[in-house]
């Protein structure tokens, strides 16, 4: 996918640690941190390690003709497979004539390993489907959306023994410029040549929900019959994940015949953005007019609104959401591209059971890796702790990614166009089905491993990266 135009020597000019960012008022006490340092375990994708110039174990060159691709939001099934949702595969192999937008160039990853990842075997990870003329067989909408350039799948969740998707489309490849607008999130920047700021062509894309099941699990259709195109998601909802619910607890979980409902995240403006919340229910997930919509923190608990409510909006020519909406506050962050905590695009929210919390993921700014906890899918939120940082880790210039200038790395070759040639971290998804219990410690503190996976702009592949997290009181 396109990375958000920002040059990697800006950002590594700032030598100012994001450690100390304000906590907001509604932040919960316990602290999370970074045991030793995030490291990286392989390359997911591609032929070669770009660092070590070993063979990755999918091999994906000569197995799939694919030299590179990003994303791989995880996704567990009922069958013990874990998916993984791919985007913008390199080279896209589009037909001759075609618009990049439209024709499908993403992927479909699976594996059924369960045992940590390493740098010999990575994930175990193939392609699903079968291989054609030694290229990928693509996830195909139908009816059909632009899936092409810069239109991807953004989350999934199995429910019900269907696999559900939220796919990003609409959207401009080459988008304009735009910032964070919290009070209009839908507004669209001014039009130009390469991108008509229309419904069918935007710098904001919008967002539809499809599935498909083990069956089939490359054939995704419309979600609720007798809809005759696949169902649109409600306002402010434009780049979606969703999350499995925690497991059962005592105490009201165990009741008859009670379902958790699932956790949908979203954000309206694509990097530019804090999360909203909505909580899905099992039997009707497919139906958005049955998700109740995060408002805001009431006296007395969370304020929840029907889908004519969040709808409506506040009234006027534009839609704005209820001032409550983001599940926390924005506080300035001097390395994100938009000076502050409006910066979440791409996103993985999940149950971390060794801490007992919610986990959020994201990169904020191209340079860094944040991470915050909360009791509940609605919050409150902790303040953003760094779970990697090149600002701090100077080291992963050349290993990890590419730096500026293009003469900083020698002996690397670079993966994109020379205009395009920087290093850009994003897309830092949590693999839940790896994360150990590494506590409990003295004094009440949790501590737990996980593996979450990383794209880089330049190289253009996925890794699979390690940390260790503890919360403390």
């Known amino acids: ?61 000569s197995r799939y003709g694919l030299m590179g691709i990003d994303l791989g939001f995880p996704v567990e099934s009922d069958t013990g497979a874990l998916y993984m949702l ?8 589009h037909p001759p004539g075609s618009l990049p937008t439209v024709p499908p160039d993403d992927a479909l990853g699976v594996t059924t390993r369960t045992a940590a990842p390493d740098a010999k075997d990575c994930l175990g990870m193939t392609f699903a489907g079968s291989v054609r003329r030694g290229w990928l067989a693509h996830p195909v909408v139908a009816p059909a959306i632009q899936q092409g350039g810069f239109n991807v799948p953004t989350g999934g969740v199995y429910v019900g023994a269907r696999f559900f998707a939220f796919f990003w489309t609409n959207h401009c490849l080459i988008p304009d410029g735009f910032g964070p607008s919290p009070a209009t999130p839908l507004t669209l920047p001014a039009a130009s ?21 083990d069956a089939n699990p490359l054939a995704f259709t419309q979600v609720s019959p007798p809809a005759r195109r696949p169902i649109a998601m409600p306002n402010g909802f434009v780049y979606v994940t969703a999350a499995m619910p925690a497991p059962r607890r005592r105490g009201v979980d165990y009741i008859r015949g009670y379902v958790p409902d699932i956790p949908v995240f979203g954000v309206a403006r694509y990097r530019m953005s804090i999360p909203y919340l909505a909580m899905a229910p099992q039997a009707t997930f497919g139906n958005v007019t049955t998700w109740r919509y995060y408002g805001g923190a009431g006296p007395s608990g ?19 959401p209820p001032a409550g909406a983001e599940l926390y506050a924005n506080s300035p962050n001097p390395l994100s591209a938009s000076g502050d905590e409006r910066c979440v695009g791409e996103h993985s929210v999940t149950w971390n059971e060794p801490l007992g919390v919610w ?17 509940a899918p609605w919050g409150p939120w902790s303040a953003p702790t760094m779970l990697l940082s090149v600002a701090q880790q100077p080291s992963f210039i050349c290993t990890l990614l590419w730096g500026p200038p293009a003469t900083a790395c020698p002996g690397r070759v670079s993966q994109q166009i020379p205009a395009l040639t920087f290093g850009y971290l994003y897309a830092p998804f949590v693999l839940n089905r790896f994360t150990q219990n590494t506590g409990p410690h003295p004094g009440g503190v949790r501590e737990a491993s996980i593996y979450w996976t990383l794209s880089t702009w330049d190289p253009y592949q996925v890794d699979v990266m390690h940390s260790t997290l503890r919360l403390g009181p």
């Open 1 to 61: 996918m396109l990375a958000q135009r920002t040059s990697l020597n800006a950002v590594m000019a700032i030598a100012v640690s994001l450690c100390a960012i304000a906590v907001s008022p509604r932040a919960h006490a316990a602290t999370l941190s970074v045991v030793g340092s995030s490291a990286k375990v392989c390359q997911l994708t591609g032929e070669t390690d770009w660092l070590s110039g070993a063979p990755t174990n999918a091999q994906t060159l």
């Open 86 to 93: 791919f985007g913008d595969a390199v080279p896209p192999r």
């Open 193 to 213: 040549a390469h991108c008509f700021e229309i419904p069918a062509n935007n710098s904001l894309g919008s967002s539809v929900l499809a599935y498909a099941t």
């Open 302 to 320: 969370p304020i929840w609104l029907t889908y004519q409510q969040w709808q409506a909006g506040q009234g006027g020519a534009q839609w704005s």
């Open 359 to 375: 986990l959020m993921l994201y990169t904020c700014g191209g340079a860094q890796v944040e991470a915050r906890t909360a009791p």
